[in-house]
């Protein structure tokens, strides 16, 4: 059973950093890529980066290059997303998620991320 634990968020000033994690469980981990997305209020979710099973392909959306780093620790069975420079705008909830081979989304239960003075 596939399960997806993120954890790491909060109420945080703009400028501030945060690192989430995510925890997985359930399938082959180390062999998959994983994603992080969020999703604000009446918004759609978005991907924010996505990393390879070795974790040397990154992609970035463009609103968080240079700001956010996506790592993983393969033999941890975690993602971490380090977010620096927060803005106010990148509040949401971050979700985690893992694509299946046969293509079903699997996520997380979310974590709040608040950039807030």
């Known amino acids: 059973q596939v399960r997806l634990v993120e954890s790491g968020g909060g109420l945080v000033q703009p400028g501030g950093s945060l690192r989430l994690s995510c925890a997985a469980s359930?399938?082959?981990?180390?062999?998959?890529?994983m994603s992080w997305y969020r999703q604000a209020p009446g918004k759609e979710r978005e991907l924010v980066a996505r990393?390879?099973?070795?974790?040397?392909?990154?992609k970035y959306a463009d609103s968080v290059r240079g700001r956010f780093t996506v790592s993983r620790d393969n033999s941890k069975n975690t993602v971490y997303l380090q977010m620096n420079s927060l803005k106010p705008e990148d509040t949401a909830v971050y979700y985690c998620?893992?694509?299946?081979?046969?293509?079903?989304?699997?996520w997380g239960q979310g974590t709040q991320v608040t950039v807030s003075s």
């Open positions: 998620n893992y694509r299946s081979p046969g293509r079903d989304d699997y």
């Open positions: 359930g399938f082959s981990f180390s062999i998959y890529a």
């Open positions: 990393i390879s099973s070795g974790g040397d392909i990154i």
